[in-house]
Nanobody
Framework: QVQLVESGGGLVQTGGSLRLSCAAS????????MGWYRQAPGKQRELVAV???????NYADSVKGRFTISRDNAKNMVYLQMNTLKPEDTALYYC??????????????WGQGTQVTVSS
């Protein structure tokens, strides 16, 4: 079981940047695939980015080229660098962890969420 706590959300103008952080504890962090989801008002929760081992990443088409997911296993941290933000990026962002390095099935752990709001 992985405990997750997000931080770094806030209000930013269109074209600006934010970096979200997720602190993990409770298991061997390096053995878990990690990801970021987001949920906007009136919309379903969607997967934004996933990272297993360093360099093994996947992104939603809507954020490719703008967002970068990374992890620091020594610090038990995962990050989401968000650049060139758009109003449609406005959502509650959740950190998530799978049980293994393989992203099979739903995540086993979720953070509480951090709000990102992008003004036009």
């Amino acid at each position: 079981q992985v405990q997750l706590v997000e931080s770094g959300g806030g209000l930013v103008q269109t074209g600006g940047s934010l970096r979200l952080s997720c602190a993990a504890s409770g298991s061997r962090f390096s053995m878990n695939a990690m990801g970021w989801y987001r949920q906007a008002p009136g919309k379903q929760r969607e997967l934004v980015a996933v990272i297993s081992s360093p360099g093994n990443t996947n992104y939603a088409d809507s954020v490719k080229g703008r967002f970068t997911i990374s992890r620091d296993n020594a610090k038990n941290m995962v990050y989401l660098q968000m650049n060139t933000l758009k109003p449609e990026d406005t959502a509650l962002y959740y950190c998530a962890a799978w049980k293994t390095l393989l992203r099979i099935g739903p995540p086993g752990s979720w953070g509480q969420g951090t709000q990102v709001t992008v003004s036009s």
